[in-house]
């Protein structure tokens, strides 16, 4: 599956209605966007049950501001509409690949056990 473009106004309806999504925040004049840009492609097309989704900073700058964007590229990840990476720099193949089972073998009932307020 080919990343999909994201906006401000569908980008909360697309965690929604996905189980796991990964959003690239990118820009057209960053030099290390447009290197990491074929790497997330290639993840894209040999993971079609993860969603991959780009947001273009300079398009998008209120999605990007409500996201705390400050380093392009950025890469996060949503399961079950909770973000479960976030991380500044462009990944090698093998690095996002990593980050891609990671996110795909986390337990999310264990996640959010832990998360949950511990009362003595």
């Known amino acids: 599956m080919a990343t999909i473009d994201i906006t401000e106004q569908n980008f909360a309806e697309t965690l929604e209605d996905n189980d796991i999504v990964f959003v690239d925040f990118w820009a057209a004049w960053c030099g290390p966007c447009r290197m990491f840009a074929p790497t997330y492609g290639a993840a894209a097309e040999r993971h079609p ?3 991959f989704t780009k947001v ?3 398009a998008e700058q209120a999605l990007a501001a409500a996201a705390s964007i400050t380093s392009i590229p950025t890469l ?3 399961k ?3 973000l479960v990476f976030s ?3 462009a990944l090698n193949a093998t690095g ?3 980050v891609i089972q990671a996110v795909k073998n986390l337990d999310m009932n ?3 056990a832990h998360a949950a307020p511990q009362h003595p």
């Open 96 to 98: 996002l690949e990593e």
């Open 87 to 89: 991380q500044p720099g």
């Open 76 to 78: 996060m990840a949503f």
């Open 80 to 82: 079950d509409k909770t």
């Open 56 to 58: 273009d900073t300079e």
């Open 110 to 112: 264990e996640l959010r």
């Open 49 to 51: 049950d993860i969603t």
